[in-house]
């Protein structure tokens, strides 16, 4: 043993982390070495305690337990002694199994290498912190476990909570908030997870390394205050309220629940208002006196128990009010003297307001006072003029002005004067204004601008320095110091040396002497900045270019320029001349100047041209110089918006010298804008004296003064009774002159016109004036429009209303009523609403005794708020109503039965009243018990007798006693549940059950074999008795006498002495497991009454490894489910060993001759045997070899793997149909039961579903079989090109339920797995359910026997229990998205489908229409919606028809299959409906219109309460008093506890028809409907659409009907009428055809001399070498028949073209089977003439038009050669010439029995006729019998025989043609057939290679011949290569 030093520690962790791609990646065996290696080189130190971390990262081996083999070097396995071995020493043998499996443990460990671990050292924090710490409080510290090999400085901590906690790289936890006890329960659970961040090279995959750990906050309680809802309460009263009036309440929180009291503080005066301690209302305490108190102020507190006071301030307003009967107590009225005043009018003048702020921004707060008090002294606001800008809203007494949009200040938002008129509530009310100004302050949104992008300039190179050079402006539209400019320069260091600019002017100076040398050739770039002085500064840039001339090339300069001041009204015409500027150019070649007016970036720089110039002509103007003159070029001059221009002129002479001239233009105003007047809607209030309305303003644009002088008055349109009662000043005050009376006129016209002076500038404007109402009539009750008597429920809900309406009549507008009701509301029964005058429930009626609430009559007052109240009487009649519920007359019941003696009678009975009615009258009660109670006992409904279904037993009930619970409800069952009553069942005992074996549990004892009898201890036996008393024990047992004699010799049983009811069991000889595992053993027991019966005890033999072991074979199958499975286990490894424990002696390696393609999909276990497929694996088939060595025993063998893949997509899961299988698990599936060869379950189940549906039973896939209680679920599907559809695979096998029960022996419980199709069982009660399949993608089901393994999909069921749609609509188009064809694509982020049409075609390219002719149709039924519409459009041919039928197809095929069924059919123009949704069957017709030429749409509705139908316009109309014909309704057949509202159908949506079925007859006597429906004939028509909701039905969804689905439009076969002429033209034709073809058979028969065969080839080889349409896909497959050996002479020779040549090896072979005889064949024809013949005339023709094709290929080469193989089990005769020489050819037997498969597909059966033309004798063969003929593939199926000498030989290369003309090697199917298992589908097993020869036994047991050869490298026999020509002989 090698020990491990601390340095070989530490190089072990080195080599963990720096190493650790090599330990994840590389093998075991590697890192054993490197282990071992490192130990060895190192020196020896000392021993330590420190761990070493283990190879998977996980475990910690210690350097005491790793040892290395002595003989292998491999850690943690010792070697082994051969006398450890030995079998017979069983102790030391036993030992070292242990021994041994725990080295094994420990060596498998070297392979789950993983990457280093974090972990925390805990794994639960905890801490207790109070709730009130602060926030960033540190809590506790998580720290990581020591040592590891990662770096903690790389560790990453995070919380899950990060809402309330944080925690730092170093592991602290903190609070990020404060703390809540009382949300939390004291507890916040959190979980912290660290991780790794750092770079791990040996990490190649880039694993995350992470630990988690959980903490456990306790928090401490800490007492807090209360708090208020809100920081101040507001509350209001009336002037005059009296002591005890509510003011208001008041709320407080307190977290700790520990609130005490409210109470008030600073109360003045004393005593003036109370507060309730417990609820916080607030009353007045003492009556109101002093008229001077307006407003109170005092402390609202709220006290906890803890002593904690929380205050909050309660300002209460006392408002002036009429008192209520004011004029009935003939108090004086208010007076109105004082109107309102704004006493700080002036402090608003000026006030600011800020731009751009957002809408609803306040702008000031008004207060207009009023002395007068009541409505006197209330105010309210508004604007004269809110510009539509502002707005102004009411807020205690005071006005609040906002903004109403956002405000510009930059634009024409500048400043505004705004008027607030205030007006009183008083009777001739009051009003006052103040008006003002708002200034909009400016804010810096606006950058400065320049008036020019790019400025350039040239300068002579003699510029005086520290001189002007050249000046940039620039503007900004903001204002103040947001306006103010600051320029700057900026450039390149050696430019800016020269110039320099101020900051203030934008004047740029050059500051230093330019050198001569820079003329022409210096070029000056630089960028002028301008920039705000507000805040945040904003700036703008323009490009400064100064080019150097030379001293010589000056620039032009100024002449002259007239006028210095230019000036130009803003009115003049275009083309005016504003100033002409004369320039001279400074060359003395050259007097020529260019002028450029440049635009600017701003209009008043001319960026829109507003100026222009023109060169000036006249000399006389500027005489030597050059001149240009400035004019007007456009009409945009406008003073209001701009008064002065900046011009920037530039002159260029002809050196391109350069020179600017800025000059001002000024704008001179004129009065050219009209004042414009705003429309205007005012009010005044009636009854006032003369008082200001508003002050008219008008806008005028100009800006001079004096043209703003506006002037207002009345328009000629006035008329006089306006001029008479409104007066308008010049000022634009408009006045009333006298009171206004509502009633006589509510609104005035008044024209008002202005002007300015201007005749043509006057404008008229209509002012909308209002005349607003007084309340000054009194109210009174509007008895006609009102209810005021009412009956009223007594159960009425509280807070509802009683049904009174009360209708008041008042003519004011202005109406504040206040309802009372001020008599005859005893107790308080009845509320009014003050506000609408509901009247209200108050309080809960009784009708019922002692209460006795019958008849009130209640007195109500209206009060309008200022004039006498009205008052009326309200009768409220209260009803009686069934609100008790029943109650049985006694709450306990006991009844006696004797158990299996009592049956079926009538044992005891229950009663129940009704409270609400007298004992006198029937009560009208339903009882009833609930489904459970249902299984064993029925109720009378009526009278409530109890009685039992069948008998009962004592022993299942629980110490005899069975409980019920019936229920009563009233009103016949439409009422109220009664508490139920209790029913105690006592079950008297019988002796009707002898002993059984209560000891040992479960009947169950185990003896290990090859065990001395002696060594054994007994197994004791103890009797008991479930009879009680004197019907139980003592009891006793015996062997039964049937007992096998083998069996008694090897047991004796004995009575226990002492004990009774005890036995000892012991075994007499030592037991072989191999020759018996289980011994069930029958024992006779028997009472003390005598009762006797068998009772099996359960004796198992246990195991040891003391067989011996051999070769052995299994398959899997493994449904791949979309090729997403994970790598998991399928199976294990078989081989043949009778011993079933011994598996830890075994060691698993993988054959090296598996192919290393199977070897890299598949992984062996080496301990286990467990077979892994890796993810990827391809589908197909794979053979794998493993060889088994068992270490105990020394022995090798190995163990052939046959795995199957099968990739299922999608459809072929959700299509799936399903079915329950009872009695039986999963395994046993699978099994072949005790005989041997038997076919298992799983394949006797694929032959009847293959057989239901008629195609082969490779296309039936069961990929789902899980165990449930009582049986297994399977899941399968069918397919030929598509699935088929659910509905028609748990249709049919419905329908052939009971055949394929009984083929398989078992009981089919359930077809269709759905829940919601039940609906007692449904997981949504009762309401809406859909069902679907959730695939588990990473845990398939895996179902396993000895030599079998299914490999599944796990399937789980999900419900929901809505109707909508189950997945949302994906985002991305896939392959089934359109269907029939459809084109997906995205448009607007949807998917959307282009579909063939969009007349046939729905928004999913579903088929919307579909015609029907005599033929059905099955589609998947209706979901099962509680709220539900369908709806059917349909166009009839005929006046009868089924239109569709959805219910059972099967009489009950159990207890609890859904009844329900709809059924729709028409009958003589009469739309019939028959529906039955489990409580009870219903009809409905409707008649409809008879027309076939137009489309009727029937809906049917159902929901929780009724279910109805209407053809919408049926064609007929309602006549008076009667209901619409064309739609009925009806309500469902209800009883409280169980309604059936869902219609729950397990069967296809049958349409158009109906398939073979059991009549309705059975069907309704089996389902207990209560109306049988009739049968009509087959619908003929075109039905236009079908849908559920918004489910719209595909018509081409059907995969299962009578015909094909054609759309409504679809071409028809059109009828011919043939006249008498037209039939004796078509006769004569026919006789003349007929003479044709006797004159041709003439002469082919004449023809038949020739050597080449006759021309049967050319429609023989036609017929049966075709192409067929596979799959429905539409595609000819055409196929040549490689026949090439059939050119074969008697004497051996192949003949190829006329040549012959030896031989290949398959027919040498075919020969030593048997010869064949030398033919007896006319002169000059041979078989290859007749097959050359056939080649050549077949190649001839087109293939399109051929049935059916086979693909043959064996072995030579590629050539193919075609013939009829129905001529393969047939003679024939021909002639020679004159001759009648006969020669016979016999196929069948001369080519050995290779083709004898080909001969059962393709030979005649006997007495068939021929299918061609021509008339050849037919041979007998051996034994007479006529087998000439021939048979079109695919028209019947094969036969199987059994021939006792068959021999089957193949090469072992079968070869394929191209895959697209040949899909299926039908040569592989049926000559290779042995190779195959039973599983269809399955790949071929071949036989062990037990030695270096093939080895051919007879296994008697089977009875055939095994052929043991070395296998194929995992490849299928079938596509081994071509280049081999070995020979595999099956015979």
């Known amino acids: ?1029 004197e019907n139980g024990c003592p009891c006793t047992m015996e062997f039964d006498p049937e007992t096998p004699t083998s069996w008694l010799e090897n047991f004796s049983l004995l009575p226990v002495e002492g004990l009774r009811s005890t036995y000892r069991l012991n075994p007499l000889v030592s037991l072989d497991r191999e020759e018996q595992k289980v011994y069930p053993l029958p024992f006779v027991t028997q009472d003390r009454r005598g009762r006797r019966g068998i009772r099996l005890f359960i004796l198992e033999v246990g195991d040891e490894n003391d067989s011996p072991m051999s070769n052995g074979t299994s398959r899997i199958k493994v449904y791949n489910y979309q090729g997403q499975f994970p790598s998991m286990v399928i199976g294990a490894v078989y081989v043949t060993d009778l011993d079933d424990y011994d598996l830890v002696d075994k060691v698993f390696e993988v054959d090296a001759t598996t192919s290393s393609d199977v070897a890299n999909h598949f992984q062996v276990d080496v301990n286990s045997g467990n077979i892994t497929m890796l993810k990827g694996t391809p589908a197909g088939c794979h053979l794998l070899r493993v060889k088994v060595y068992d270490e105990f025993r020394r022995e090798t063998a190995v163990g052939v793997v046959n795995i199957t893949v099968v990739d299922l997509n999608f459809s072929a899961v959700m299509k799936s149909g399903s079915l329950t299988i009872a009695d039986i698990k999963a395994q046993q599936m699978l099994g072949t039961g005790k005989v041997a060869n038997t076919v298992t379950v799983y394949e006797r189940l694929k032959e009847q579903i293959a057989r239901i549906h008629k195609i082969p039973r490779d296309n039936v896939d069961i990929f789902s079989m899980r165990d449930v209680n009582g049986g297994v679920q399977i899941r399968y599907n069918c397919h030929s090109s598509p699935y088929y559809t659910a509905a028609k695979l748990d249709g049919l096998l419905m329908k052939n339920r009971r055949e394929v029960s009984n083929a398989l022996g078992l009981d089919i419980v359930m077809v269709d797995i759905n829940a919601c199709l039940y609906e007692s069982k449904s997981p949504c009660g009762g309401k809406s359910c859909q069902h679907t399949m959730r695939p588990n993608l990473t845990s398939p089901l895996v179902v396993a026997s000895s030599t079998a393994t299914m490999v599944g999909v796990d399937i789980t069921d999900e419900y929901t229990c809505d109707c909508g749609e189950l997945e949302p609509l994906p985002s991305v188009c896939f392959s089934d998205f359109c269907y029939n064809g459809g084109t997906c694509s995205i448009i607007d982020n949807a998917l959307k489908c282009q579909c063939i049409d969009d007349h046939n075609y729905g928004p999913r390219c579903e088929l919307k229409n579909a015609r029907f002719e005599k033929s059905f149709a099955w589609y998947e039924p209706l979901k099962v919606c509680d709220n539900s519409t369908f709806t059917i459009t349909f166009r009839s041919n005929k006046h009868s028809g089924i239109l569709l039928y959805m219910g059972p197809i099967v009489e009950s095929p159990w207890e609890e299959y859904p009844k329900d069924f709809l059924y729709v059919f028409l009958r003589n123009w009469v739309l019939v409906t028959y529906v039955d949704l489990g409580s009870g069957t219903e009809k409905v017709s409707i008649p409809i219109e008879k027309n076939t030429n137009r489309f009727f749409q029937f809906v049917v509705i159902w929901n929780k309460k009724k279910i109805s139908f209407e053809v919408i316009d049926c064609g007929f109309n309602s006549t008076i008093g009667s209901g619409d014909p064309c739609k009925v309704s009806i309500p469902y057949p209800h009883i409280s506890m169980y309604p059936n509202f869902l219609l729950n159908v397990q069967g296809p949506l049958q349409v158009g028809g109906l398939a073979p079925m059991p009549n309705f007859a059975s069907l309704s006597a089996s389902y207990r409907w209560n109306l049988i429906p009739p049968v009509v004939g087959y619908f003929s028509g075109c039905i236009l659409e079908m849908r559920q909701n918004d489910f719209l039905y595909d018509f081409n969804a059907s995969d299962y009907g009578s015909g094909p689905v054609q759309p409504c439009d679809a071409p028809r076969t059109s009828r011919v009428v043939l006249g008498q002429q037209s039939i004796i033209i078509i006769l004569a034709s026919l006789f003349c055809l007929l003479v044709l073809v006797l004159l041709i058979l003439c002469l082919a028969r004449r023809g038949r001399k020739t050597v080449s065969y006759p021309d049967l080839d050319r429609e023989l080889v036609k017929e049966t070498m075709g192409g067929t349409d596979l799959e429905a896909f539409g595609e000819k497959d055409v196929t040549h028949f490689d026949l090439k050996f059939l050119q074969v002479t008697p004497d051996g020779y192949v003949v190829k073209d006329g040549e012959e040549s030896n031989l290949p090896d398959v027919t040498q072979d075919a020969r030593q089977c048997r010869s064949a005889p030398l033919a007896k064949m006319p002169e000059g024809l041979s078989i290859g003439d007749f097959i050359n013949s056939n080649i050549k005339k077949v190649d001839q023709e087109q293939q399109d038009g051929v049935d059916d094709v086979r693909h043959y290929n064996i072995s030579g080469d590629e050539m193919s050669v075609a013939a009829s193989l129905s001529s393969l089990a047939s003679g024939f005769h021909s002639t020679t010439g004159s001759s009648k020489s006969e020669f016979s050819f016999d196929y069948k037997n001369d080519w050995c029995h290779r083709f004898d498969k080909i001969v059962q597909i393709y030979g005649k059966e006997p007495g068939q006729k021929e299918d061609h033309e021509y008339n050849f004798q037919d041979l007998p063969d051996e034994k007479g019998t006529t087998l000439a003929g021939t048979a079109t593939i695919n028209r019947r199926k094969p036969s199987v025989t059994n021939d006792k000498a068959n021999c089957y030989t193949l090469p072992a290369s079968l070869k394929r043609k191209n895959a697209a003309s040949s899909p299926s090697p039908v040569l592989a199917k049926n000559i290779a057939k042995p190779l195959t298992s039973r599983n269809s589908g399955d790949c071929g097993v071949p036989a062990l290679k037990d030695s270096p020869k093939s080895i051919t036994e007879k296994d008697s047991s089977k009875g055939r011949i095994k052929s043991q050869s070395p296998p194929m490298e995992g490849r299928n026999l079938t596509s081994a290569s071509s280049k081999s020509k070995s020979v595999e002989t099956w015979c």
């Open 1 to 1029: 043993m090698v020990v491990l030093t601390e340095n070989q520690n530490l190089m072990i962790l080195s080599a963990v982390f720096f190493g650790h791609l090599c330990l994840v990646r590389c093998s075991r065996n590697n890192y054993e070495s490197y282990v071992t290696s490192t130990a060895s080189s190192s020196s020896s130190f000392p021993l330590n305690d420190h761990p070493i971390i283990g190879y998977d990262g996980t475990k910690e081996i210690s350097p005491s337990n790793v040892a290395v083999d002595s003989s292998s070097g491999v850690p943690g396995r010792e070697g082994r002694r051969p006398e450890e071995n030995d079998s017979r020493n069983p102790e030391r043998s036993h030992r070292q199994h242990h021994l041994r499996r725990s080295h094994r443990h420990l060596h498998r460990q070297d392979n789950m290498i993983e990457l280093p671990k974090l972990e925390f050292s805990e794994s639960e924090y905890r801490a207790k912190v109070r709730e009130d710490i602060p926030i960033q409080t540190s809590i506790l510290q998580v720290r990581l476990a020591s040592p590891s090999v990662l770096v903690a400085s790389d560790v990453v901590f995070r919380v899950n909570d990060e809402d309330h906690f944080g925690i730092d790289r170093s592991g602290v936890l903190y609070n990020k908030r404060p703390l809540d006890y009382e949300g939390t329960n004291g507890h916040y659970l959190l979980r912290i997870i660290a991780e790794y961040k750092g770079d791990l090279r040996e990490n190649p995959f880039g694993e995350r390394i992470t630990s988690e750990t959980a903490a456990r906050i306790s928090i401490v309680d800490t007492p807090e205050p209360p708090r208020f809802e809100t920081d101040q309460y507001f509350f209001s009263i009336p002037e005059l309220a009296s002591t005890g009036a509510y003011v208001g309440a008041v709320k407080a929180f307190d977290d700790d629940d520990d609130l005490e009291a409210y109470v008030l503080q600073d109360v003045r005066p004393p005593g003036m208002f109370t507060i309730d301690r417990e609820t916080g209302i607030i009353r007045i305490g003492r009556m109101l006196t002093s008229i001077q108190d307006r407003t109170y102020d005092f402390q609202v507190g709220a006290v906890d128990f803890a002593g904690h006071v929380t205050i909050t301030p309660v300002t209460v307003y006392r408002i002036a009010s009429l008192p209520s009967y004011a004029r009935l107590v003939q108090k004086p009225e208010e007076e109105n003297f004082h109107k309102p005043i704004f006493l700080e009018c002036d402090a608003y003048d000026g006030i600011r307001v800020k731009e751009n702020m957002t809408e609803g921004t306040p702008v000031l707060m008004v207060l207009a006072t009023d002395e007068d008090r009541g409505n006197s002294g209330i105010v309210s606001y508004a604007l004269l003029n809110d510009f539509g800008r502002f707005t102004i809203q009411a807020s205690n007494q005071h006005g609040q002005i906002s903004t109403t949009k956002r405000l510009d200040r930059d634009g024409e938002d500048k400043e505004f004067y705004l008027t607030v008129v205030a007006r009183d509530g008083g009777s001739g009310a009051h009003q006052g204004s103040c008006s003002f100004k708002v200034i909009v302050e400016d804010i810096n949104d606006n950058p400065p601008l320049f008036d020019q992008q790019i400025y350039e300039e040239t300068i002579s190179t003699d510029h005086i320095a520290s001189t002007p050079a050249l000046r940039v402006s620039a503007s900004d539209r903001d204002s103040g110091h947001n306006a103010e400019i600051s320029f700057s320069l900026q450039g390149n260091p050696d430019d800016m040396k020269y110039f320099t600019i101020n900051s203030d002017t934008g004047i740029i100076t050059l500051t230093k002497s330019l050198e001569e040398s820079m003329a022409n050739r210096r070029l000056f770039e630089m960028r002028a900045r301008a920039s705000d002085r507000g805040t945040p500064v904003l700036w703008s840039s323009a490009d400064v270019r100064i080019q150097v001339v030379s001293s010589d090339d000056l620039p032009p300069t100024i002449v002259s320029q007239q006028p210095l001041y230019p000036e130009v009204w803003e009115n003049t015409t275009e083309n005016t001349d504003v100033l002409t500027l004369c320039a001279r150019s400074n060359l003395a070649d050259s007097s020529l100047v260019y002028f450029t007016l440049l635009n600017g970036n701003t209009p008043d720089t001319n960026s829109d041209g507003t100026f222009a110039i023109r060169r000036q002509d006249n000399s006389d103007v500027c005489h030597d110089s050059t001149g240009v003159t400035v004019f007007v070029a456009t009409r945009n001059l406008d003073f209001e918006t701009i008064q002065e221009y900046t011009l920037t002129i530039q002159l260029i002479n002809d050196h391109n010298a350069r020179a600017e001239k800025k000059i001002q233009v000024s704008i001179l105003d004129v009065n050219d804008n009209a004042p414009l007047l705003q429309p205007f809607d005012g009010a005044v209030l009636e009854n006032i004296d003369s008082m200001l309305i508003t002050t008219i303003k008008a806008h005028d644009k100009d800006v001079s003064p004096q043209f703003r002088q506006l002037r207002y008055s009345f328009d000629v349109m006035a008329s006089g009774d306006v001029r008479q009662k409104f007066a308008l000043k010049s000022n634009g005050e408009l006045w009333t002159t006298e009171p206004l009376d509502r009633e006589a006129f509510k609104q005035y016209k008044i024209p008002i016109k202005v002007t300015d002076g201007v005749p043509a500038h006057e404008r008229m404007t209509i002012y909308w004036i209002t005349v607003q109402d007084l309340n000054d009539v009194p109210p009174t009750f509007d008895y006609l429009n009102g209810i005021y008597e009412v009956e009223l429920p007594e159960n009425r809900e509280v807070g509802k209303s009683t049904g009174v309406k009360l209708s008041i009549n008042d003519s004011d507008i202005v109406n504040l009523f206040e309802y009372q009701i001020v008599e005859g509301n005893s107790e308080q029964k009845f509320r009014i609403d003050e506000a609408t005058g509901e009247i209200l429930v108050n309080k809960v009626l009784d009708y019922d005794h002692p209460v006795n609430d019958r008849n009130f009559t209640l007195r109500v007052r209206v009060f309008d708020g200022a004039n006498p109240p009205a008052e009326t009487n309200v009768v409220i009649a209260v009803t009686n109503v069934n609100d008790l519920q029943p109650v049985f007359e006694q709450s306990n019941y006991t009844f006696n039965v004797i158990e299996n003696t009592d049956c079926n009678i009538t044992f005891g009975k229950v009663s129940a009243i009704d409270p609400d009615l007298p004992r006198t009258v029937n009560q009208n009660i339903l009882y009833y018990l609930s489904p459970v109670e249902q299984l064993n006992f029925t109720i009378d409904s009526r009278n409530g007798d109890l009685s039992l279904k069948g008998c009962l037993d004592r022993e299942a009930a629980t110490k005899g006693i069975m409980t019920l619970y019936p229920r009563a409800n009233d009103e016949g069952g439409r009422g109220h549940d009664a508490d139920p009553a209790t029913v105690h069942l006592v079950i008297r005992d019988l002796n009707d059950n002898h002993p059984h074996i209560h000891l040992p549990e479960n009947s169950y004892a185990r003896i290990m074999e090859n065990m001395d009898p002696e060594d054994v201890k007994s197994i004791i036996i103890k009797l008991n008795d479930v009879d009680g008393g």
